[in-house]
């Protein structure tokens, strides 16, 4: 009698957490799935093959057609999205949670919903561009690499131009500063 009550209630339990999933994915109306990064993938921003290059990758899917751009780093995948024609768009975007991967060559079993991560920046590990934005899951990993490596740690709505622009000014040594911010065709 006491197990059946037990049974009972983990069932309802169950009931009730699956019930409360549902509803949080209601909110973001089926997102769709990140895609993996191709070799032979150019970055929308730069123009770079992508594959090889380490660092967390972006992509952006296009809510209306289904679009993807990818991008050979965080960093330009902010460059693009906060354009003044992008950033109100509601683009699907994911990056790389770097916890659960290596910086070396990330892997795409560890792509996030960039809109939901924790961003380092300024830190001292570089992208494919050189100063990138480390980009985690959890704020807590976030808090770990900056006490690590350096850097400040922002969520995805506090990341401005200004933080992409000065990371570069930090350390620009790689000279490829111009290509990152020339513009792309959108
Ligand atoms: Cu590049
Ligand atoms: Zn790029």
Known sequence: MKQN???????????FTLTACSG???????????????????????GMIIEGFPGPKGQAITEKDQKVRKFCSSRDMFAWLLQPENVN?????YVHDMAQTDWQSPNDTALIDARDAFYVVGSDRKGAMGPTLASFSKQTDANGFATEHGGEVLAFKEITMDHLNTGMAMHSMDGMDDMATGNADH
């Open 5 to 15: 009550k037990l049974n009972w209630l983990l069932a309802a339990l169950a009931v």
């Open 24 to 46: 949080e994915e209601e909110q973001t109306t089926a997102r769709p799935d990140p895609v993996h990064f191709e070799s032979g993938d150019e970055c929308h921003v730069c």
């Open 89 to 93: 768009r509601n683009h699907t975007l």
